[in-house]
């Protein structure tokens, strides 16, 4: 990382780029982390706006903790772009999703953005290698794709695109972490990424239905509230197949299942169970699961369902009191 | 219903064949709602193993609370079907997935159990149609698909075969909500069901992704549990996404965010969005949301989202500890 001007730990001053529901809830994220926070939109009621979605973050922040000196009086909203990243340590980019927007916006970012500062776009739809075009220092930007809202859920996947330098991924995946999210470096550029590829797959199975009236968006909805969308917090897809093999694990569970993934269970059709592809499922879970035991792991799932159950109950009786 | 021997608050004695991990799920479940169960399966060892899910099972059930005069001592294993089925007013079949042991099985029981009792299948893989080819009584039986484990995953999903009467298609429904389990009724046989297909699909979506070394199993798992994986034990995918269209809801996102369809997101192709398809998500949404505005969803999910958090939280502390 000899190229960075600072270590991730020595960021006090992040730059948000973007005032809409993405970059306000970077604003508050980053507020609420203890940074200072210099923010820019182009709207005339940037400040208002970012404002107000603070404001309205700041109690779940306040509940889940903040850090030491954190205060939503940490931000400035600046009236031009030079004023926002001339003095951040780090950039978050959250305009809307056009690519011609997305290449002059991050050129700009570039021109004005002190040497050795990295600079992440929040995009989910393009990959940086067709962003990063018209930068003049191309090798520090990367891709920083949070989830919505991005003060609450932890994840964020990190990617560079071809003219990317390794220093500045390694670098923005080492911020976030510090910053208190949980990151995916992803090893080359994917349409989607990974999380989406995975959200988006189950939701065009889901309209395919609706379309054919096969299910209704209620039905579609409570199958996934009542049934594995309860395993989900807890354990991944595949961790959750690893238990639905018993005691045998992924490898009894793809031995013996493997022969529904040619079902016509969903109109994707599955790749070939290879004995590579077997292997590769069945190492990654005994890694992930690490020293726990499939009976460890399903009394954790046991204890995770009851727990958030019980957690998603609270907040629906809340609502309606 | 007239067909039906009792009505489905009636029921006081339930009948599980098969003592596989589902089965002897049905079997906590049912024991934990009150009711008295008669149990059998071929297996020699299907009393023990009865036993000890049931011992394992009951913590969680303890913890969950038991319905008046729930006890373990309400199982009783028999030696033959016919003892199992004979004096049961529900039959929940859980055999092992193979096709013409189903047929068999579900004809052996159809003719063992008193007319009226509707029989449920715990089945994953085929649809009542052509598992009740063999039965003297076939209207009767029904899909009753649950989700393991079946004593703390609420969804069972019902539906007929050809030959299935609909006063046994309503009255399985009725009765499983009635034992607590949340009910969806399929219109018609769907390869799947519905929950399975939404899962399936992201499952086969993870494995291309690992087949083509574009994500590893923990990343995969890491990008849900992290990620969209907080969210679905609220709202489901459509609900989800209608507050990615922020005030404008599933209309704007659907408006706004349709193009993506065509993205290459996921190996699975979308539906083509027709204004049909478009105007039933919208639709199908605000009557999910009933009288809850955006800003209300919103304010819900934030909190379940911390609150989920902090049980999965807790529950991985207590694991460590």
Redesign the interface.
Known sequence: MSEAAFSPNEVSTVACVGAG?IGGGWVAHFLARGYRVRAWDPAPDAAAKLTRLVDR?WP?LV??GLADGASPANLTVTGTLAEAVGEAHFVQESAPEKLDLKQKLLADIDAATPPGVVIASSTS?YGMTEMQVAAPAPERLVVGHP???PY????V?VVGGELTADWAVEWAAEFYRHAGK?V?T???E??????????????????????????????????????????????????T?H??G?EGGMAHMLDHFGP??K????????????P??RD??V???H??AGD?SIA?LV??R???????????R???E??RG
Chains 1, 2 share one sequence.
Do not use: K, Y
């Open positions: 529901v973050a779940a509940e889940l739809g989830f919505n809202p609450l859920i932890p994840l996947e949980s995916i992803l090893s080359r994917l349409p989607g990424f990974i999380a989406n590829r995975l959200q988006e797959a189950m939701w065009r199975e889901a309209l395919h239905m609706v379309a054919n009236g096969e299910a209704t968006v209620e039905q579609i909805d409570l199958s996934i509230t009542d049934g594995p969308g309860l395993r989900w917090p807890l354990h991944g897809p595949c961790l197949f238990l639905a018993g529904s993934l079902a016509p269970w969903t109109r994707l059709d599955a790749p070939e169970l290879t590579e592809l590769r499922m190492e990654g879970c890694d992930e726990r460890d009394r954790e046991d204890r995770a369902i009851i727990a958030v159950q019980r957690a998603v609270a907040v629906r809340a609502g």
